[in-house]
C-alpha cells in the first residue's frame, strides 16, 4: 500500500469519527436547563423549569445544523476515497479504500433521506422562539 | 472571581430599574467583585505583556554591523541586512514566503531554505574536502551552532565554507525571485536589481543565522531551534517539549475547574421566574432613525466586499493548485499571488469591519431609546466615504507600492508589508482616525444615556468595547518597516491577536448581549454578568496568550512558556461559551409567544449559532491543535494554520458581521420585500462551504503537509516542489465544489439582500422628539394577555424610562406559581 493511500484511509477513518461527533452533537439537549453544565444548578433549584423540547426553535435547527455537516463531511470523505481508487488501486489499496469509503456512504444515504423528511414540512415562515418559560 | 453568590443576591429586587444615586446616574447594577475582578485580569495581563515587550528589546536576535569570512573578506553589512527587509517588504514577499515561519504560505520559507539550503553547501564542502571528510556533519554543525558575533566590535565571522554558500545563494535567490517567465506566483521579473537581490540574500541569510547560532549563554538557537533541521543539529528545546505538557495540564485544570464552580454556583443568575411577557414590534412598525438608515450602505459596501473578498481568495487558491495559468491566463503578470493574498487578506478586516461600523451606528439610537443628535446620519455617511477612501486607496496603494511606482514613498502610499498589517502608513493613519470617528459618532449618540449612567453598566461597556477597537489597531503603527523583525512580530500580533481573540470577542458579546436586552428577550442584568464573565475568561488567557504566535520568532523562551500556558487557557471560554451562547438564545426563547407578531430575527440568531459553532470548531479546537509549542514547532506556517485562520476568522467574525446584516436588514428591507429565501440559502451555502473548505481541502492538505514536515523536513515541506506535488494537487483541486457553493450560494445572496437594503431601504424616519421607548418590543402585563392579547399592553413610550427619570415605573414582573 502507498503512503498517499494510507493517508487517504486514516483521513476518512477520521472523518467518520467527525461524523460520529457531529451526530453526538447533534442529540445533545441544547436547552440550558437540560445541560450537564447547570446539573448542580438544577438541584439547587427544585422549581426549575422544564427544558425546552427538541422541537422547539431555536432547538430543533441544532439537530439539522449538525447533520447536515455531517453529511457534507461524508459526501467528502466518499469523493475523496473515489478519487483515490482512480489513483491507487492495487487490491489491498482498493480493499481499504472500500472498506471506509462504504461507512461513508451508508452515512450519506441515511442523513440525507433524514434531511429531507425534516424539511418537508414547511419551515419557512418566521416562528416565534419557543422555549423554557412556557407553563409547567 | 469574587463571590458569583453576592453578585446575584445585589441585584435582586427590582433589576433593570434601580433607583438613581444621588448624582442623577442610575447605579452599578452588578457586584463590585465583578468590577473588579475584570480589571484586576486585564490589568495583571497587559502589565505582563509589558515585561514581555521589553525582554522583546532586550533578547531578539542582534543584527550584527558586518559579517565576515575568516579571512576577513566582508559579506554583507547590517545596513544590508535592513536594507534586504525593506526590500523584502516593498515587494510583498512576506505576503508569498515567510520568514521565521511568519508570513505566506506559497513561497518558501526563506529562513529555513536558506538554512536548509547552506547548511547543504557547507556540508558538501566538508565532505569533498578530503582531510576531514568524516565528520563533515560535526564540522557543519560547529560553523552554524558555535556563536561568533562579538557585541564589543558589532562582528560576526562566518566560515569559509558558510561564505562561499551565501555567494551561492545569492545567485540561488535572483533566479528564484527575479524569473523572466514568472509562473512561481511572483510577477515575471519580480526582483531583479543585484544589490536588491544581495540584501535580500544578507536578510535570509541572517535570519537563518538566527535560527541556528546560540543564545550566549544557552545551548538552543535564537529561535528556540526553530526551524526543525537535522543537518544544524536543530530540534526542540527542553522548553518547547516542558510546556507543552504544562499547558496541556493547565486547559485540563482550568477547564474542570471552571465547569465545577460553575455546576455549583448559580453564576449567571438564571432563573425561571424572571421573565417578562412582551410582543415583538413587527419590523415594520419599528421606525428608524436617518443614521440607521444610512447603514444599508454600510452593509451593501459590506457584503460588495465580502463578494472582491472571496473572489480574490480563489485567485489566491487558483495558485496553490495551478502555478502556470488562471484556466490560460496569464494572472502573475497583472495579480501575482503576493498582492491576490495582500488583498484577500487586508479586504477580510475590512469588510468584517465594515459590519461593526454599521452595527454600532445602528444600535446607538436603541440604546438611546429612540434619540439621535442632529447630523448623526451626516457624519455617518461621512465615516462610510471616508472608509471607501481608505480601502480603495490602501488597495490599489499596495499594488503601485510593490510595482515600484511610489519610489521612496512606498512605506507611506504604498505597502508597509507586514502581513495584515500590509496598508501603507497614511492609510492605515486614516484608518485609526476613521475608527476614531466612528466611536465618536457613537459617543454623540449614546451621550444622554451615558451621563446617566454608572460607567460598570451596559451602554458604558458597549462604547468602551467599541473604543477598544481602534486603540488597538493603533498599536500596529509601532511596526515600521525599519523595526528588526522580532520587534515587528511582537506589535503585529498584539493588533492581530489581541484583536480577534480578545478585544472582538469582547465586542462580539457586549453587542449580541445588547442585541438580545434590546429585543427584551434578555434582562439587562443576565447580559451584563455574561458580559464580565467574558471579560474575566477571555483576558485571563487572550492577554498574555498572545505569545503563542511568538514561540519561534526570535523571542527568549518565557514568551514560548507564557504563551504556551495562558493560550491553553484561552480554550476555557470557548469550550463553555458553546453551552452558554445556546442557552442565551434560550433565554429569549418562549413557548407561548402572547403576541400575534413572531420573533423577527430568526436568521440573525442563525447566523449567531454558527459563530457558536465556529468559535468551538474552528478556534477552540482547531486552534489549540496547533497550540502546543512542540505542535507549532512543526506546523507554523503550514497548511493547519490556514485551516484555523479560515474557520475561525470566517467561521466567528464573517458569520457574526452577516449576523448583525441580517437583524438590521429586517428593519430595513420593508416587509413585502422580505423574504427568507435568500438568507436561508446564503445562511446553508456559507456554513457547508466553509466546512467543505476545512475538511475536503486546508485539514488534510495540513495533516499531509505537517507529516511531510516530520518526515522530510521543515523546508522541504515548503518548498513549491511539495506543493506542486500530486497528492497536494489534487487535495486543492478537491475545495473547488465548497468554494462555489460558498460564492454563489452564500455570498451573491447576501449581496442581493443589501442591495434590497439599499434599494428599498424603508422610507420615512423616526421623529428625533418623540418620547424615548423601548424601540423593538412591547411589555405586556401577563394576566391580561391570557385574556386579550391587545388589551392592557403597557407601552414603554409612556413611561420614559432611562435618563433622569429612571425608576419611575417598575418593570412588569411575571410572576408564574
Ligand atoms: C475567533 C478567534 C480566532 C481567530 C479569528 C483566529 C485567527 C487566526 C489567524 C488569522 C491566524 C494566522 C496568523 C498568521 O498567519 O500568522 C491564527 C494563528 C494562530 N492561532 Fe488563531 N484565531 C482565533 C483563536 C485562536 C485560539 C482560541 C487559539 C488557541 C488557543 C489560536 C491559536 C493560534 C495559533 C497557535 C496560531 C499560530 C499558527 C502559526 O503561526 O502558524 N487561535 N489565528
Ligand atoms: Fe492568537
Redesign the interface.
Known amino acids: 500500500m502507498r503512503g498517499?493511500a494510507i493517508?487517504v484511509v486514516l483521513?476518512s477513518v477520521a472523518?467518520l469519527g467527525?461524523v460520529g461527533l457531529l451526530e453526538f452533537y447533534a442529540r445533545q439537549p441544547?436547552?440550558?436547563w437540560a445541560?450537564?453544565?447547570?446539573?448542580?444548578?438544577r438541584r439547587?433549584?427544585p422549581?426549575?423549569?422544564r427544558p425546552?423540547g427538541p422541537d422547539?426553535?431555536?432547538?430543533s435547527?441544532?439537530g439539522r445544523?449538525h447533520r447536515?455537516?455531517s453529511l457534507?463531511?461524508a459526501v467528502?470523505a466518499v469523493?475523496?476515497v473515489s478519487?483515490e481508487l482512480v489513483?491507487h488501486h492495487r487490491p489491498l489499496e482498493t480493499l481499504a479504500l472500500v472498506a471506509v469509503g462504504a461507512p461513508h456512504a451508508v452515512v450519506v444515504h441515511r442523513l440525507q433521506r433524514r434531511l429531507r423528511r425534516r424539511t418537508a414540512p414547511a419551515n419557512?415562515?418566521?416562528?416565534?422562539?419557543?422555549?423554557?418559560?412556557?407553563?409547567h | 472571581m469574587g463571590t458569583p453568590d453576592t453578585a446575584v443576591l445585589a441585584t435582586t429586587g427590582d433589576p433593570d430599574e434601580p433607583p438613581t444615586d444621588a448624582g442623577g446616574r442610575r447605579p452599578r447594577m452588578i457586584a463590585r467583585g465583578w468590577v473588579q475582578a475584570a480589571i484586576l485580569v486585564t490589568a495583571v495581563g497587559f502589565l505582563v505583556l509589558g515585561l514581555l515587550a521589553v525582554r522583546t528589546y532586550q533578547a531578539e536576535p542582534p543584527i550584527p554591523d558586518r559579517v565576515v569570512s575568516t579571512t576577513g573578506e566582508q559579506l554583507f553589512t547590517g545596513e544590508d541586512v535592513r536594507d534586504g527587509q525593506r526590500a523584502f517588504l516593498r515587494n510583498g514577499l512576506m505576503q508569498y514566503g515567510s520568514i521565521f515561519g511568519h508570513g505566506a504560505y506559497l513561497g518558501p520559507d526563506f529562513t529555513a531554505d536558506y538554512l536548509h539550503r547552506s547548511a547543504t553547501y557547507v556540508q558538501k564542502q566538508y565532505a569533498n574536502s578530503g582531510d576531514g571528510a568524516a565528520d563533515a556533519h560535526a564540522r557543519t554543525v560547529a560553523d552554524f551552532r558555535t556563536n561568533r558575533y562579538d557585541p564589543r566590535t558589532g562582528t560576526l565571522v562566518w566560515s569559509e565554507a558558510q561564505a562561499k554558500a551565501f555567494r551561492q545563494l545569492t545567485a540561488h535567490y535572483a533566479d528564484l525571485l527575479g524569473r523572466p517567465e514568472g509562473k512561481q506566483g511572483l510577477r515575471p521579473n519580480a526582483v531583479t536589481d543585484p544589490d536588491t537581490i544581495h540584501d535580500l540574500t544578507a536578510y535570509f541569510g541572517w535570519s537563518a543565522w538566527a535560527a541556528a547560532a546560540e543564545r550566549p549563554g544557552r545551548n538552543y538557537s535564537y529561535t528556540n531551534n526553530w526551524p526543525a533541521e537535522p543537518l544544524v543539529d536543530n530540534a526542540p528545546t527542553g522548553h518547547t517539549v516542558t510546556w507543552s505538557v504544562l499547558s496541556l495540564v493547565f486547559l485540563l485544570v482550568g477547564a474542570g475547574g471552571l465547569?465545577a464552580a460553575?455546576?455549583?454556583?448559580?453564576f449567571l443568575g438564571?432563573?425561571?421566574r424572571d421573565?417578562r411577557l412582551l410582543r415583538f414590534h413587527a419590523p415594520r412598525d419599528v421606525r428608524l432613525t436617518p443614521a440607521q438608515r444610512t447603514t444599508a450602505w454600510f452593509f451593501f459596501v459590506m457584503a460588495a466586499l465580502f463578494l472582491v473578498q472571496a473572489l480574490l481568495g480563489a485567485a489566491t487558491q487558483h495558485y496553490r493548485a495551478d502555478l502556470g495559468s488562471f484556466f490560460g491566463i496569464p494572472l502573475d503578470r497583472l495579480l501575482p499571488y503576493n498582492l491576490t493574498r495582500t488583498w484577500h487578506t487586508q479586504l477580510a478586516i475590512f469588510w468584517v469591519v465594515t459590519s461593526f461600523l454599521a452595527i454600532g451606528i445602528f444600535l446607538a439610537p436603541l440604546i438611546a431609546r429612540g434619540w439621535e443628535p442632529a447630523r448623526q446620519a451626516l457624519l455617518s455617511r461621512l465615516l462610510l466615504g471616508a472608509l471607501a477612501v481608505v480601502v480603495l486607496g490602501s488597495l490599489l496603494g499596495e499594488l503601485a507600492g510593490m510595482r515600484g511606482w511610489f519610489g521612496d514613498l512606498w512605506s507611506w502610499l504604498g505597502n508597509q508589508g507586514w502581513e495584515y498589517l500590509d496598508l501603507g502608513r497614511l492609510w492605515q493613519v486614516l484608518l485609526v482616525a476613521g475608527l476614531a470617528i466612528w466611536t465618536a459618532i457613537l459617543y454623540r449618540g449614546l451621550r444622554r444615556r451615558l451621563v446617566a449612567e454608572s460607567v460598570a453598566n451596559m451602554p458604558w461597556l458597549f462604547f468602551l468595547a467599541a473604543l477598544a477597537l481602534p486603540a488597538f489597531y493603533a498599536v500596529g503603527l509601532v511596526a515600521t518597516p525599519d523595526s528588526s523583525f522580532t520587534e515587528a512580530d511582537f506589535w503585529r500580533f498584539i493588533v492581530v491577536h489581541l484583536w480577534v481573540e480578545d478585544f472582538l470577542e469582547l465586542f462580539t458579546t457586549v453587542t449580541v448581549a445588547y442585541l438580545f436586552v434590546l429585543l427584551g428577550?434578555v434582562r439587562e442584568r443576565v447580559a451584563l454578568l455574561v458580559i464580565y464573565l467574558d471579560i474575566v475568561l477571555y483576558s485571563a488567557g487572550g492577554v498574555i496568550g498572545t505569545m503563542h504566535h511568538l514561540y519561534f520568532s526570535g523571542e527568549p523562551a518565557e514568551h514560548l512558556a507564557l504563551g504556551a500556558t495562558f493560550s491553553a487557557l484561552e480554550v476555557v471560554p470557548l469550550l463553555?461559551l458553546t453551552?452558554e451562547a445556546?442557552?442565551f438564545?434560550?433565554?429569549?426563547?418562549?413557548?407561548?409567544?402572547p403576541?400575534q407578531t413572531?420573533?423577527?430575527h430568526?436568521w440573525a440568531?442563525?447566523f449567531l449559532?454558527?459563530v457558536g459553532?465556529w468559535n468551538f470548531l474552528g478556534a477552540g479546537v482547531f486552534g489549540f491543535l496547533i497550540n502546543l509549542p512542540i505542535v507549532s514547532y512543526y506546523e507554523i506556517g503550514t497548511g493547519l494554520t490556514a485551516n484555523h485562520a479560515h474557520a475561525a476568522m470566517m467561521g466567528v467574525y464573517g458569520m457574526l458581521a452577516i449576523g448583525f446584516a441580517m437583524f438590521a436588514l429586517r428593519y430595513l428591507i420593508p416587509e413585502d420585500r422580505w423574504s427568507?429565501?435568500w438568507p436561508?440559502l446564503s445562511f446553508?451555502s456559507l456554513?457547508?462551504g466553509l466546512?467543505?473548505m476545512s475538511?475536503?481541502t486546508l485539514l488534510?492538505g495540513g495533516?499531509?503537509q505537517l507529516?511531510k514536515v516530520l518526515d522530510a523536513g521543515y523546508a522541504d515541506a515548503r518548498s513549491l516542489g511539495y506543493l506542486q506535488g500530486?497528492?497536494n494537487v489534487?487535495l486543492e483541486w478537491?475545495r473547488l465544489p465548497g468554494d462555489v457553493v460558498f460564492l454563489v450560494g452564500g455570498v451573491l445572496p447576501l449581496l442581493w439582500m443589501t442591495w434590497l437594503g439599499v434599494r428599498h431601504r424603508v422610507k420615512g424616519a423616526r421623529n428625533p422628539d418623540a418620547p424615548g421607548q423601548d424601540l423593538l418590543f412591547t411589555e405586556i402585563v401577563p394576566d391580561d394577555t391570557a385574556k386579550d392579547g391587545a388589551a392592557a399592553v403597557k407601552d414603554e413610550a409612556t413611561t420614559a424610562r432611562g435618563g433622569a427619570t429612571a425608576g419611575a415605573e417598575p418593570p412588569t414582573v411575571e410572576e408564574?406559581p
Open positions: 498517499e493517508f483521513y472523518l467527525v441544547t436547552s440550558a445541560s450537564q453544565v447547570f446539573a448542580g444548578y439547587a433549584v422549581d426549575a423549569p425546552a422547539e426553535w431555536p432547538h435547527e441544532v445544523f447536515a455537516l457534507f463531511v467528502i469523493l475523496l478519487a489513483r419557512g415562515a418566521d416562528h416565534g422562539p419557543g422555549g423554557e418559560g412556557g407553563a | 465547569f460553575f455546576g455549583r454556583w448559580n438564571w432563573h425561571g421573565q428577550v463553555f453551552v445556546w442557552s438564545l434560550q433565554l429569549g426563547a418562549r413557548r407561548h409567544s403576541s413572531p420573533f423577527p430568526r440568531v442563525m449559532a454558527a459553532f427568507d429565501r436561508r446553508w456554513n457547508l466546512a467543505w475538511f475536503a488534510p495533516a499531509l507529516y500530486r497528492a489534487v478537491l408564574r
